[in-house]
C-alpha cells in the first residue's frame, strides 16, 4: 500500500472557500499564485527571510512561502487582494498610497499584509523587541517609529522605502485611534 501524496483541501481565501487537490509538498504561496491566481503574494527568497509572501492566516501574519497548504485548511487566509472593501482602501492602504509607502511595490503586498497584522498586535497590548515597559498593566506602548521599525523588522524593501513605511504605519494607527475614539464616544 501507498501513501497518498496529495489531498483535497478547502482554503478559505479572503472570505471564500476554494477546493483544490494539492501536493502535500505544495506551500500555501504556490497554491495562491498558481492555483488561485491571487498574485498579489509574491515570492521574493522562498525561505521566509524577506516577508514579500506575508499573508494573514486567521488574522496574524505568516510567511505563506514556509507554510504548507494542507496545514492551512480550515483557517482563514487574508491575501492582499482580500484588504480593500470593494472599491474603498483599507486606511493602511490608503496611508502606503498617500505617504509613498512603496517604491517599486513589489514587497508592498506583504508590508501592508505585515502592517495591518503590527496594528492589531499592538492594540492587543503585545511588546516588541524594543518595548520599554513589559509589564501587563503598562497597556500597550507608545507606538513610537522604533516600535514600528521592529515590528515591521520582518519585511525587507529593495528600494529602502523604509521611512515612508513607517509614517504609513503610523499614520494608519492614528486613523484607527479616532476611529476607535468616534465608537467609543
Known amino acids: 500500500m501507498t501513501t497518498p501524496t496529495s489531498s483535497v483541501i478547502t482554503l478559505h481565501v479572503n472570505g471564500a472557500p476554494h477546493t483544490l487537490t494539492v501536493d502535500h509538498r505544495t506551500t500555501l504561496l504556490d ?71 512603496y517604491q517599486c511595490g513589489y514587497c508592498t503586498p506583504g508590508q501592508i499584509c505585515s502592517a495591518l497584522a503590527v496594528l492589531d498586535e499592538h492594540a492587543a497590548g503585545l511588546p516588541s523587541a524594543v518595548t520599554a515597559d513589559l509589564r501587563p498593566e503598562a497597556g500597550p506602548p507608545p507606538l513610537t517609529d522604533a516600535e514600528i521599525r521592529e515590528r515591521m523588522s520582518g519585511n525587507l524593501c529593495r528600494c529602502g522605502a523604509y521611512p515612508t513605511i513607517v509614517r504609513a504605519v503610523a499614520r494608519a494607527a492614528g486613523e484607527r485611534a479616532r476611529q476607535a475614539g468616534a465608537v467609543g464616544a
Open 31 to 101: 497554491a495562491l499564485r498558481e492555483r488561485l491566481g491571487l498574485t498579489g503574494t509574491k515570492k521574493g527568497c522562498d525561505q521566509g527571510q524577506c516577508g514579500a509572501c506575508t499573508v494573514l492566516l486567521d488574522g496574524r501574519r505568516a510567511v505563506s512561502c514556509l507554510q504548507l497548504a494542507v496545514a492551512a485548511e480550515g483557517r482563514e487566509v487574508t491575501t492582499i487582494e482580500g484588504v480593500a472593501d470593494g472599491e474603498h482602501l483599507h486606511p493602511v492602504q490608503q496611508a502606503f498610497l498617500e505617504l509613498d509607502g
